[in-house]
């Protein structure tokens, strides 16, 4: 089974693609992306927004374990 849908596919070679060119800006600040990483995370985060299927980041999921466990633990 894909851990990637095609929407997530579509936006990480769109963000790609103007990193090539030289249009991709990042959300904060408006820098010029230069980081093919960063290209692909940007991607990954538009379509993880448009509810494509893309797995959670991360450090989201270790953020809701400690959560979880905090609650759980009576200390």
């Known amino acids: 089974m894909a851990t990637y849908g095609k929407k997530a596919s ?3 070679e ?3 693609h103007e990193r090539k ?3 991709l800006k990042s959300g904060g600040s408006g820098k010029k ?3 093919r990483k960063q290209a692909i995370a940007i991607g990954l985060s538009e379509a993880r ?3 494509g ?3 959670t980041k991360k450090g989201a ?3 809701t374990a400690r959560k979880s466990a905090a609650k759980r633990s009576p200390s």
């Open 61 to 63: 999921a270790k953020k």
């Open 49 to 51: 927004k448009e509810g």
């Open 10 to 12: 579509d936006k990480v």
């Open 33 to 35: 992306v230069t980081s």
């Open 53 to 55: 299927k893309v797995p």
């Open 14 to 16: 769109a963000a790609m």
């Open 21 to 23: 060119h030289g249009t």
